[in-house]
């Protein structure tokens, strides 16, 4: 084999090295990102079900009832447009009420309820996360406006 040979089975074979790693990390990506929906977005899109994603928006007033066992908490989340239920079996934040603002990680079901794992919540009265804000003011229902803007 001549070394003009040589060279090129090696930059061929570096070249299925770097490729295989490349798609070893995209595949661990893809299997790590979650995407965030305000309750109009899932309506409108094609959520995959048992797809872990985060919902947002604000706690629905009157939504909030605890399960018999205690530790199950059903509540609405709502852009003011739609609604989405959600159940979640855990501790509360401390910060969390109806009227806040709320994020939830979790797993949508084929009935459309949602079904969190972790519940997060604003940190001060004027805070609201920065993607259930943008979810708001693309429907329009943004009522922060005392707010500038929400903060990181």
Do not use: C
Request: charge should be negative; charged fraction near 25%.
């Amino acid at each position: 084999m001549t070394r003009k040979r040589q060279r090129l089975v090696l930059v061929g074979v570096a070249m299925l090295l770097l490729g295989g790693a490349a798609a070893l990390v995209l595949n661990a990506f893809s299997d790590s990102l979650v995407f965030f929906y305000s309750p109009s977005d899932l309506a409108a899109k094609d959520v995959p079900v048992g797809r872990v994603v985060r919902v947002g928006g604000l706690v629905e007033e009157g939504s909030v009832t605890r399960g018999s066992d205690g530790a199950t908490v059903h509540f609405r989340i709502t852009d003011l447009a739609r609604t989405v239920s959600v159940t979640y079996a855990g501790v509360l934040p401390d910060l969390f009420r109806e009227g806040q603002g709320v994020v939830a990680e979790g797993k949508l079901d084929a009935g459309g309820d949602f079904f969190a794992d972790s519940v997060l919540a604003k940190h001060d009265e004027t805070y609201m996360p920065p993607e259930v804000a943008e979810a708001l003011r693309k429907q329009g229902t943004w009522r922060g406006a005392e707010a500038a803007e929400p903060s990181p």
